[in-house]
């Protein structure tokens, strides 16, 4: 479906609003991380945060600053230290569901639950003894930064910067290799930048079909699962329970796994030329169908 005709907002105040309502929404799931740290709560502190990273490394591309890349620097630290415990949880949830067709799992799961409890552990003392002020003091100063440019137009910087994305994004699409996974893995991650920059710079986009950004968060998704078979065939691989090494009816179900992942992406790859123009001389795909 494609959005209305809408007055567009104007660039500098997009960029504002962004940062003043996903800083506040950062800060909400920090205060409830603290005070429950659920695997919700987890969860969604590590998503405010990634949607954080992504509109500070927009507003660099747009215009580079040092406090800007010393900003998105520490955002991206404290990121990092989510990796392992959302790649062992999504093992475990992996398990929890063909335990039962594959009982040989269970030494594994065993084995990752202590790994989690541990993780969980070092990073709720982490995210308690956070110290926010340095990030503060940089989040207000391009706050303030942006209050002060309110009237410079950052319309093409802004739609140039995701230009240069989708660019980036395509040549990765044109290397991907299904006999080379980490082809795959490489266009996951320029895919996943400019997702984030779309869900950010759409509202400047007449006739935007709101339905991208699900058919984008969908798109992602396919790649990650082969991501996700791939550390936990390295997992089954690295791991070695004190009776013996990982069952053979277990690997040859995660290299199916993987398999499939890998075809049901390739089914889908094109789907990438829907989601941004091919040039900026070039109409989007949805003014395309007008």
């Known amino acids: 479906m494609i959005a209305p005709r809408t007055e567009p907002p104007?660039?500098?105040?997009?960029?504002l609003e962004a940062l003043e309502q996903r800083w506040k929404k950062y800060l909400s799931e920090l205060k409830r991380c603290r005070a429950e740290f659920s695997n919700e709560a987890v969860h969604d502190l590590r998503v405010a945060l990634r949607r954080l990273l992504s509109l500070v490394q927009l507003l660099n591309s747009v215009e580079p600053r040092p406090r800007?890349?010393?900003?998105?620097?520490?955002?991206?630290?404290?990121?990092?230290?989510?990796?392992e415990l959302r790649d062992t949880q999504v093992m475990l949830a992996e398990i929890s569901e063909t335990i039962q067709e594959l009982p040989e799992l269970e030494t594994l799961q065993d084995h990752l639950e202590r790994v989690e409890k541990?993780?969980?552990?070092?990073?709720?003392?982490?995210?308690?003894?956070l110290d926010l002020k340095e990030i503060t003091?940089?989040?207000?100063?391009?706050?303030d930064s942006l209050k002060e440019e309110e009237k410079a137009d950052f319309a093409a910087p802004i739609l140039g910067s995701v230009d240069e994305a989708f660019l980036v994004t395509r040549q990765r699409y044109e290397r991907v290799d299904p006999a080379k996974p980490a082809t795959i893995h490489r266009m996951r991650i320029a895919f996943k930048k400019l997702r984030y920059m779309i869900e950010i710079?759409?509202?400047?986009?007449?006739?935007f079909p709101e339905a991208n950004l699900k058919r984008?968060?969908?798109?992602?998704?396919?790649?990650?699962?082969?991501q996700d078979a791939e550390v936990f065939q390295q997992t089954l691989a690295d791991f070695q329970?004190?009776?013996s090494s990982a069952p053979e009816p277990v690997r040859r179900h995660y290299e199916l796994r993987h398999a499939d992942a890998i075809s049901a992406y390739l089914k889908n790859k094109d789907m990438?030329?829907?989601?941004?123009?091919?040039?900026?001389?070039?109409?989007?795909p949805w003014e395309k169908t007008k």
């Open 241 to 243: 329970p004190a009776s």
């Open 118 to 129: 541990g993780l969980l552990k070092a990073l709720r003392k982490k995210i308690r003894n």
């Open 272 to 284: 990438l030329d829907a989601f941004w123009r091919a040039s900026p001389e070039e109409p989007f």
């Open 68 to 83: 800007l890349r010393k900003l998105s620097r520490a955002l991206k630290t404290q990121l990092d230290e989510f990796d």
């Open 137 to 143: 003091r940089r989040i207000w100063k391009v706050r």
């Open 10 to 15: 104007a660039p500098n105040q997009l960029l």
């Open 201 to 207: 710079v759409h509202p400047l986009l007449d006739g």
């Open 216 to 226: 984008m968060n969908g798109y992602q998704t396919l790649m990650g699962e082969i």
